[in-house]
């Protein structure tokens, strides 16, 4: 039986922390601006620090599972992070962009990108955690 907790943590996780969707640390003119649909560099790193506290405390301390009996397992925290980061709408690649279908580097976001890439982020997510079997266990 596979554990879809970790999967489902780390895809509400990336929709809740997707820089200018709900927040952005820190922001473009102030410290904290609200649904600006604005990224950075800074922000997404400031962002990937948060996800990785919040998925280590909800995987790793509370162990939000599905399935009982797991050690703690390093490789849903990585990869969540990784993609986490790398995901971002607006940093490398936005689909759809605001004027063609993929943009590069844009450091902007809306809507229909989050969606987007959200269920690219699942889609990653969802095969190296269960198909590529992708774990790190300690202790």
């Known amino acids: 039986m596979s554990d879809w907790g970790p999967v489902f943590v780390a895809v509400v996780l990336f929709v809740l922390l997707t820089p200018g969707l709900l927040i952005q640390v820190p922001g473009r003119s102030r410290?904290?601006?609200f649904g600006n649909f604005q990224t950075s560099g800074v922000s997404?790193?400031?962002?990937a620090i948060i996800y990785f506290v919040l998925i280590c405390i909800l995987l790793l301390a509370i162990g939000v599972h599905i399935k009982k009996g797991l050690m703690a397992d390093w490789g849903p925290v990585l990869i969540g992070v990784v993609l986490f980061i790398l995901l971002q709408p607006g940093l490398l690649f936005q689909i759809p962009g605001k004027n063609r279908h993929v943009e590069f580097g844009t450091m902007k976001t809306n809507g229909k990108a989050i969606a987007v890439h959200t269920l690219i982020f699942f889609a990653f997510y969802a095969v190296l955690t269960f198909a590529v079997h992708v774990h790190i266990y300690t202790g």
């Open 31 to 33: 410290f904290v601006e």
């Open 44 to 47: 997404i790193l400031v962002h």
